[in-house]
Every structure is written in structure tokens, then in C-alpha cells.
């Protein structure tokens, strides 16, 4: 079965100031309940409705690479995915950027693309949800992966800042009391110098319906 994604062909608002084409992959480590892309996270991603061949995706950009400034590889989480560096590759030999969106918890599926010119992101954006300490509240359930914990995220935090790419963090302001100051404070140092973007929740087709109403858990 060949690797399907979800594909946006043109987007101006993923890659800033970046005409894109957005690359989504199917499954993640996480299940953030107030997760806005549950098809993209519950699904493996066979022969569901949406979906298109990764191979279809990426020959559409070969085709329109001198009408793009770059593609984005998000998700779920694109690091979950194996063959992630051939397809990092497969762009940039086309002389296109390539900007990665993760949550951090596979630094060393990070540190390995990064060391290598090839499939080193030219981009990254990454996510800081909630304090370190409660990246056990994110966990799946029993279909999860047991590698996920906030000791990862600081990681590929740190391996982030000191990699020379172009890259910024991104946290949602979730609704108090169930995000507040502390979470802020102990995210803060992961962020460090580094741009910190921080966008208010919409609610709206969350993983877990109650984020959609204002009786939020
Ligand atoms: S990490 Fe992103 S894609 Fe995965 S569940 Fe959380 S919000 Fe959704």
C-alpha cells in the first residue's frame, strides 16, 4: 500500500512569507485533546476519504517547484513517519526549503536529520504544549507509543536552539485553569532566546468533543 497524506497544494500561510505546498502525515505520538486534526491522528492513513499517494504529492511539486518557495511536512507527526529523510531529501534536491512541524518528543529522529546537509530542515516548527512534567496527560492510549515524556521535549528543544536553523515554538493558550502562568514559567527556559509564538485556542472539532463547548475538562 502505497504512503498516503493528506496534501495541500498551495498555502500562504504555513511557511512564513513562503508561498507552500503542505504535506500532512497521518498518525501521532500524542492525543492532545483539544487537537484540532483527529482524522489526520486516529487514522493510519489506508485508502481513507482525502488522502493522496505521497508519490502524487511530491511529483506535483517536482512539476510546480519554480511557482513554490518551499514545502512543509507536518501532521500528526511527520517524524513518525521512516521514510521522512528520503522525502526531506527528495525536496531539497529539487532546490526547494523545506520547513518540518513536530511536537518534540523523537529528538533523536531530529538530531539524525539534522546532522545530515540532505535532510536537514531548512525550517522547524516546533510545539510546546504544557509544562514538561505533564506530557503524561498527553499520552494515547493503548494503541500509544511509550517514548513520549516531557524529558524528550527538552531535548530536541535544546538540540533545536543549538542547531543553526531557522525555527520557532509555538504554544496554544488553552483555556485556565487548565493552562496558566506555570505552564508558561516551565516552558519558558525551553524557548529560551528563540522566537515564541503564542496563539489563542479556537475551539471547534477537538479530539475530545468537550473542548468544543466551554465545559472543557
Ligand atoms: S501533537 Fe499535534 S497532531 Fe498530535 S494530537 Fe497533539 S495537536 Fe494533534
Known amino acids: 500500500m502505497p504512503v498516503q497524506v493528506v496534501f495541500r497544494k498551495t498555502s500562504l500561510v504555513d511557511y512564513p512569507g513562503v508561498v507552500s505546498s503542505v504535506i500532512f502525515f497521518y498518525g501521532c505520538n ?45 501532521g500528526g507527526e511527520p517524524t513518525l513517519f521512516s521514510g521522512l529523510g528520503e522525502t526531506i531529501a527528495r525536496i531539497k534536491s529539487l532546490g526547494l526549503p523545506v520547513k518540518l512541524d513536530t511536537n518534540g518528543m523523537r529528538p533523536g529522529t531530529l538530531k539524525a536529520l539534522f546532522a545530515d546537509p540532505q535532510t536537514r530542515p531548512d525550517y522547524i516548527a516546533m ?60 516552558l519558558a527556559p525551553l524557548a529560551g532566546d528563540s522566537p515564541w509564538h503564542i496563539r489563542p485556542f479556537v475551539p471547534g472539532n477537538c479530539l475530545d468533543p468537550a473542548w468544543d463547548s466551554a465545559a472543557i475538562p
Open 127 to 186: 510545539d510546546l504544549k504544557l509544562a514538561p512534567e505533564r506530557y503524561a496527560e498527553l499520552l494515547p492510549g493503548t494503541d500509544g507509543e511509550k517514548d513520549v515524556s516531557g524529558e524528550f521535549l527538552k531535548r530536541s528543544a535544546a538540540l533545536l536552539r543549538a542547531s543553526g536553523i531557522t525555527h520557532e515554538f509555538r504554544t496554544l493558550a488553552l483555556p485556565t485553569p487548565y493552562f496558566g502562568d506555570s505552564d508558561l514559567a516551565a
Open 30 to 74: 500524542l492525543r492532545c485533546p483539544w487537537c484540532h486534526n483527529g482524522e489526520l491522528v486516529r487514522s493510519a492513513g489506508t485508502g481513507d476519504a482525502g488522502t493522496f499517494p505521497l508519490a502524487q504529492a511530491l511529483a506535483h511539486i517536482e512539476r510546480r517547484r519554480k511557482l513554490l518557495g518551499g514545502v512543509v511536512l507536518s
